[in-house]
């Protein structure tokens, strides 16, 4: 795969990536503050749930990043087969769900 090929994917797939975890933490968002019951239905338990949901999800999120951008623009490593990209994706997107 040519060069430009290659980092166009990877930018493409890093975006994907991107709305999915948007996605999971709008809806962390949403379940921590119903629309329905509003700020009332905060508890300290479900605050500190969410606090932990975003200390974990925002460095999984970087370092996800970060590796497609090492592995697979800023280094091109010529070791590296041909469906890897897609097998990294499969991968970071189930730890996006």
Not at 47 to 59: D, E, G, Q
Not at 65 to 86: F, Q, S, V, W
Request: hydrophobic share 50%; charged share 15%.
């Amino acid at each position: 795969m040519s060069s430009n090929r290659k980092k166009n994917s990877v930018r493409n797939l890093a975006g994907l990536y991107t709305v999915v975890v948007g996605a999971a933490l709008s809806l962390a968002l949403a379940r921590l503050i119903p629309p329905d019951k509003g700020l009332a239905a905060l508890t300290p338990a479900s605050v500190c749930l969410f606090v932990a949901y975003i200390a974990t999800l925002f460095p999984f999120f970087h370092g996800a990043l970060m590796h497609l951008d090492d592995a697979y623009i800023e280094n091109e490593n010529e070791h590296i087969k041909t469906g890897a990209l897609l097998v990294d994706f499969s991968l970071l997107f189930l730890h996006a769900d």
